[in-house]
C-alpha cells in the first residue's frame, strides 16, 4: 500500500488533495502546524472532515520547519511519496512579516529534501510553487521556459528559490521531483484570505468590496478539483533519470508544472459571477494596484497536458456557484 505524506494537509488544497487520494484506497500521512495565518478553525474543520470519512488518515501536528520535530514526528511511518504543499502563503502578508517566510519557505523546503534525501522509501516529491513567480512578467500565457528572476514580492522570491533548491536536490541526489505552479485556485474549502471568499463573505453581508486595479486585473482561476488531478498525475508519474530535457529546463529528474485553467478571466467578470451565484449585486470600491500585486496572470499548461494528459474542465460559471453554496453551508447561511 502506497503512503504518500502531505505536508499542509490542513490547507485548502491539501485537504482536497488528501481526500481524492484517500478515496481512492491510499494511506496518507497528513502533516501541519496549524498555524493562524488564517482561521484555525477552518483548518481544524478540514482534519476533522478527513478523519470521520476515512479510516486511513494519519494526522501528525507538527512543524516542518523544525528538523528534528520533522524527523521525530514521521519515524513511525514510512513514506513513498511526498506532496509537499506546506508554505507560509499570501503575497501581501510577506510585505509585513518576511521572516515567517524565510522560515516556512525556505527552511522548510530544505528539511523536506533532506528527510527525502536520507529515506529509503521516498521516490518521488511533489512540491508546491507559485504563479507569482513570474514576476511583473506581460507576456501571456506564462510559460515555464519564461525566465523568472524578477520576483515582485517576497513570496514569489521565495517559491523560485524552492525551484533552484529542488534541481540542485535532483542533480546531486537524483531525487525525482516535480514543481507545480499553481494559478489562483478556488472552490469549497477554500482560504479565507483569497479574493472569491472575501468578495462572498462582504457580499451577503450588504458591505462594500475592495477591487483593486481598478477591477482591471486578470487571474486564471483554478477549481481545486481540476488543480487536484493535476497534483495526482504528478505523484502517479515521476519524472524519469534518462537525461532527457524536462518541462521547465532540466535534463535532471526535476520538472516544472503551470497547473491553470488555461484561460485569463477579468476580476470584474468574475465579480458578476459571483453576484449571479449569491443573487445580489455588489457594491464595488475601486482601488489602485497593492505592491506585489501584478496586473494579469495566464497559464500556458502545454507542458502538463502533453506530458500527463492533464485537460481542466470547470470554468468559473461552475465553480464559483458550487462554492458560494459551500460557503453559504459551512457558514449556516440561507
Known amino acids: 500500500m502506497t503512503t504518500t505524506l502531505i505536508t499542509g494537509s490542513a ?3 491539501g485537504y482536497h488533495l488528501a481526500d481524492r ?20 478553525a477552518l483548518k481544524d474543520a478540514r482534519i476533522r472532515s478527513l478523519q470521520e470519512k476515512h479510516g486511513n488518515f494519519r494526522f501528525v501536528k507538527a512543524d516542518f520547519a523544525d528538523q528534528s520535530e520533522l524527523v521525530e514526528a ?21 510585505l509585513t512579516h518576511p521572516h515567517a517566510y524565510l522560515q516556512s519557505n525556505l527552511v522548510g523546503h530544505l528539511n523536506i529534501l533532506e ?13 508546491a510553487s507559485s504563479s507569482s513567480v513570474y514576476g511583473g512578467n506581460t507576456k501571456l500565457p506564462f510559460s515555464v521556459d ?8 517576497l513570496y514569489a522570491a521565495t517559491k523560485k528559490a524552492d525551484e533552484l533548491m529542488s534541481e540542485t536536490y535532483a542533480h546531486l541526489y537524483r531525487i525525482p521531483q516535480t514543481g507545480l505552479r499553481f494559478f489562483t485556485v478556488y472552490g469549497p474549502w477554500g482560504r479565507p ?7 462572498t463573505k462582504a457580499i451577503l453581508a450588504g458591505e462594500p468590496i475592495d477591487v483593486f486595479g481598478e477591477g482591471n486585473m486578470q487571474r486564471d482561476f483554478t477549481y481545486i478539483d481540476d488543480i487536484v488531478s493535476g497534483v495526482v498525475a504528478c505523484l502517479d508519474t515521476p519524472p524519469a533519470d534518462d537525461g ?24 470584474g467578470h468574475m465579480i458578476d459571477v459571483l453576484e449571479n451565484a449569491i443573487g445580489r449585486k455588489a457594491e464595488r470600491n475601486l482601488l489602485p494596484m497593492q505592491p506585489g500585486d501584478v496586473r494579469a496572470t495566464y497559464a500556458d499548461i502545454n507542458a502538463i497536458a502533453d506530458d500527463l494528459g492533464y485537460r481542466p474542465t470547470t470554468t468559473i460559471e461552475e465553480g464559483i456557484p458550487r462554492f458560494v453554496e459551500w460557503f453559504k453551508g459551512y457558514h449556516g447561511l440561507s
Open 11 to 13: 490547507g485548502f488544497i
Open 21 to 40: 487520494l484517500l478515496a481512492r484506497g491510499e494511506d496518507v500521512v497528513g502533516f501541519d502546524n496549524l498555524n493562524d495565518y488564517y482561521d484555525v
Open 74 to 94: 514521521l519515524r513511525p511511518h514510512r513514506i513513498q511519496r511526498i506532496a509537499h504543499l506546506g508554505a507560509q502563503a499570501g503575497v501581501r502578508y510577506s
Open 115 to 127: 528527510y527525502a534525501r536520507h529515506s529509503d522509501s521516498v521516490d518521488n516529491v511533489v512540491y
Open 146 to 153: 519564461d525566465r523568472v528572476d524578477q520576483p515582485v514580492s
Open 193 to 199: 484570505d483569497m479574493a472569491m471568499w472575501l468578495f
Open 244 to 267: 532527457k530535457p524536462k518541462a521547465g529546463g532540466s535534463t535532471k529528474p526535476h520538472r516544472l508544472y503551470n497547473i491553470g485553467n488555461n484561460r485569463s478571466e477579468e476580476l
